[in-house]
């Protein structure tokens, strides 16, 4: 439940592409600050002698609560960010009825003011923010103060009225938002407040509650706001530790996957590799945000098994004896024993026989595993491994298309050319990043005895390299 | 949840094709008994998950409106029909029993709340004030906590009234008082009627979401550590089951020991991953070499410490390396390692043979003093049986 208007006090994470950690306040919003900072004087200035007083114990209940919730807020891995503001904001305007202008820029500027930002000393942000809540919270009141006494009075029409008052507060606030972007790097105020805007449908769960809250707390007082924040609190509460879960989570499969790639230097940044050719491919077809989230896992995870594989059998030059390489093999079925026995990835483990690096098109209700399996062939031949160089990209794009159909999905291969020629991206001999300082240069072809995962791929896809070598 | 996105829609469809025909009758009162029964029943299928893997359910909030809204045997029927029907289209999978059992605990909890309800609003004069409903709601609310605790234990169940326990009840127990006041309203003033229980869901239905992700990580993440004691138990580094039954019995000896349950936590997460290290070396040594303890607890806690969440984890592996006497830090960082150093060698000596148990107890009595602590010596003799 990404909340809107509030969306601004965390300004800079509003962007996706924005950094997080604002340096400093930038001076070009110094005076579009002033400005709005100017007219919510003027407006309490105009308003204190000519609209009804709140009453002020109501106004410190209700101020008391955003205040408490605005320091709590959630930020959500797509940089929108929770917190029940917008509720108490237009609680308070209801409760407060007629003299609902004095009671919303009172409120939003407590709100504003209170922000972390200003303990990370970011004093800009926090008057902008001050005045931008202020001011959307005005627009709403401006819309609830003629509804107030039928709002009062019926229920249903409550529910109608939440809409144009989440209305008014949303498209307020992302206008004076749009305008911020625009001063600051103008960027056109049509498309911010468009991209703003598209969270308006989550606001009016919001304006809704925040009606009914405002409706309760006249006939039943304040019990009623602490009841009501309590199960919106814990849920914020309960959300954030499972995004810190998460992250750890994360954490254990990457320090694996960097454990693995400390066995095996030549392996260095396969894993990550990996995972983002097969994130392309997915964008290809469409995944969804999280279907893309369990394939990368599924991904970084793929030799996984690795991990068990003794070092000198990993990096030991020359063949493997029979027995040697049966060890090596043995992690495919590691590999996908683990990813099998976590729920969350059973779904997309490769077959039980372990067998992920041939395709057939009989079985191919599950792409993830032929994903892996074209994004990581691809990885092996594009990078420099301790018995061979890395090969041109079109070399590699040929192989692909050459077994695909046989040994990989043609889907999955031609959308992997396709995501990575659109990005104009290049791999393969003379575009390697994370190249690995050796002792003795591995020779331009030739099948080394590191025989994992990728090496059937290499035998197959280069039947002149064994003859070479 | 899979399950649940054909049921509730289902569910409700049939709630509000009965409330329908319930106004033909024009009783007010039968149509609200009818969407009552509705949220009773989703209320049974949505469940705020804790650690342990079982639930209370979301039905305990609307569950407060009907024993304000109805006289006593109209809160009979209408919950002993939600019962039934929540029974018969949940998604309990321990069969006709379970099903049984649940349904006379959910029963009992109800029967808890209403008495209590009524019998504190009499005993506050019937007076006609909001501290007085909101007092009788609160006593309801706190019956149902006592009922439910009893019941869970009457099935040998954890008690509910763990951290994720606790906000879950704290999550319902607001909800239901609220939406009861918004239902009822104090003295003519406030009733929203049903309303107030469609809209005061949605935080709840919040809380409920916020819960299921937790459970669901708290899982995959609990999965992915014994994912990894598994691999180096199949690759032959270490006997197998060692990660699982180390984490089973230093379990229970944190337990026996009195440690608080995040240590615990800790304390199985070390337990799974604490021979991971092995990994990472040239040259592992054999099983039963005399340092490979030290050697395998010294990498592994080096592994972990890369870690933030699990750097907790990471110092217990790192004291399970290391004599008792040797150890350094906070009396109960202490103790953990000491419960996994037990535990772990425990194991290495008895494996999973019954009958080697006694004899790797007395060995590890017969060590030098300075290598185990006494007192988590006899938490593992009381933890054996």
Known sequence: MPEFPNVMPEFPTVMPDFPTVMPEFPKALQTYTAVLAAAVLVATAIAIPTSPMPQWGTIAVLGGLIVFSEQRQVHLPNGAIITPGLMVGVAAIVVSGSAAVLASLVVGIAAGLTLRDLRRGRRGFVVLNAATIALSNLAAAGVAIPLSDRIRTSAAFGVVAAVPIALACASVGALLVAISYWVEERRPIRTGFAQLLTAFPQCVPFALLGVFLGRLYLELGWPVAILFVVPILLARDLFASYLELKAANEATVEMLVRALEAKDRYTAGHAGRVATYSLYIGEEFGFLPWRQERLRVAALMHDIGKLVVPNQLLNKPGKLTADEFARVRLHETVSVEMLRSIDFLAPVAPSASGDHSSYSVTSDRVVEPYIVAVADAFDAMTSTRSYRRALPQDVAFAELRNKAGTQFDPRCVEALINALERRGEVHGAGHERDIEPYETAPPVVGIGSAGLGDLAVEREAHPRAGEVA | ?385
């Open chain 2, 1 to 385: 949840m899979n399950r649940l996105r054909v049921r509730i829609p289902a569910i409700v469809a049939a709630g509000c094709v009965g409330a329908a025909a319930a106004s033909a009758s024009n009783d007010l009162a039968v149509v609200h008994a009818v969407a009552l029964m509705t949220a009773l029943v989703v209320g049974e299928l949505l469940v705020l998950r804790l650690e342990d893997g079982t639930g209370i359910p979301v039905a305990y909030a609307p569950l407060l409106v009907v024993v304000v809204g109805f006289t006593s045997t109209r809160v009979a029927v209408i919950v002993a029909a939600a019962v039934v029907i929540g029974a018969a289209v949940g998604t309990d999978r321990r069969g006709l029993r379970g099903r049984c059992t649940t349904s006379a605990q959910r029963l009992a909890v109800g029967a808890a709340a209403l008495g209590a309800y009524q019998g504190m609003f009499v005993a506050l004069g019937r007076t006609e004030s909001v501290a007085v409903v909101l007092g009788s709601l609160v006593t309801a609310v706190v019956a149902m906590v006592v009922v439910e605790e009893m019941a869970r234990r009457g099935q040998r169940l954890p008690s509910a009234l763990t951290a994720r326990g606790v906000r879950a009840w704290s999550a319902l127990g607001a909800t239901g008082v609220l939406m009861a006041l918004g239902y009822r309203g104090v003295d003519g003033r406030g009733g929203t009627g049903l309303w107030s229980v469609a809209l005061f869901s949605i935080p709840l239905i919040a809380a409920w979401y916020s819960f299921e992700r937790l459970a669901v990580v708290t899982r995959t993440h609990r999965q992915t550590l014994q994912a990894l004691s598994m691999a180096t138990e199949m690759a032959g580094l270490v006997v197998d089951g060692h990660g699982r039954r180390v984490a089973e019995l230093s379990e229970r000896i944190a337990h026996e020991v009195g440690l608080d349950l995040s240590t615990i936590e800790h304390i199985v997460a070390a337990a799974h991953l604490h021979h991971l290290g092995v990994v990472t070396l040239d040259d592992p040594p054999a099983p039963r070499a005399p340092d490979r303890v030290a050697i395998v607890a010294d990498v592994t806690a080096a592994m972990l410490r890369e870690i933030p969440a699990l750097t907790e984890a990471a110092r217990i592996v790192d004291g399970q390396g290391r004599h008792a006497r040797d150890l350094r830090g906070r009396a109960d960082d202490r103790l953990a390692s000491q419960v996994l150093k037990v535990a772990s060698d425990f194991d290495d000596l008895a494996g999973d043979e019954p009958l080697r148990a006694r004899p790797a107890l007395e060995a590890l009595y017969a060590s030098p003093g300075y290598v185990y602590d006494r007192r988590v010596l006899e938490a593992l003799e009381v933890a054996l049986g």
